[in-house]
């Protein structure tokens, strides 16, 4: 399985997103990859009203209709890392944090909301309240798939390590991590921890990241990871490139679960 990650600086203009996205998708599948990746807010990184601008339904959302074409024409599968959408057509002022896997045929066929909130205060100056905005996910988030059982995550679920061992105890061998982590906490913690969940829970972990400054002072770390289950790095971003790529060996999950007595 040849999986690509891209690394966005996503800002406040849908539009723009939407044309990085479709021309990656393009670029990924040309460069014969099975499955590219987005990182978290794909669709739009902004202050909370112009999230809300732009959110809609997950159904209606424009960056779901642009993935599921070019999934379709490209024949690839397509991991939208999260979209802002309303929970339903009745709430207008509440969003949820949603990641989407796409198929090469254009179905989605995973969706999963984000559980634990980034309620977070780094500093005086650097405080976040994403639980002011959205609302928690409920369920985890499974789907086999041709190349093996994929386990959805995003961002700051990644310090709840309960959330990855359930993943893989119910047959997860690859983990998306699609993240925005901020640039604070990304130099201090981003590579421990995706190299312990992997090393925790025998899996691929697959970490498409925002990076650079998206609006006034929010900035986000980047280092895109892509982390076998033994917990070596395969490749990581260094802020060079839009898309690193890298070659799975699914079974070697499966390996690892067998040495360490989880099969």
Known sequence: MRVALVEMTSVPELDKNIETIISSIETASKNKADM??????????????????????????????????????????????????FPNYKIRDKLQNRSLLIDKKGNVIAIYNKINMFDAKISYREIYRESDLYIAGKRISLVDTEFGTIGLTICFDLRFPELYTELSNRGANIITVPSAFTRTTGLAHWEVLLRARAIENFVWILAPAQVGNHYKNRHT???????????????????????????????????????????
């Not at 202050?47 to 024409?73: E, G, N």
């Not at 490139?241 to 499966?254: E, F, G, R």
């Open 221 to 263: 770390w980047g280092h895109s990871m892509i982390i076998d289950p033994w917990g070596k790095i395969i490749e990581q971003n260094d802020g060079s490139k839009q898309i690193i790529y890298a070659d799975l060996d699914i079974d070697k999950s499966l390996q690892t679960k067998k040495v360490f007595g989880k099969l």
């Open 36 to 85: 590219v990746l987005f990182p978290e807010n794909c669709s739009c990184l902004a202050p909370s009203k112009i999230m809300l601008k732009y959110a809609s339904v997950d159904q209606d959302h424009p960056v779901l209709k642009a993935a599921i074409t070019a999934a379709k024409t490209n024949r690839i599968y397509v991991l939208l890392g999260s979209i802002a959408v």
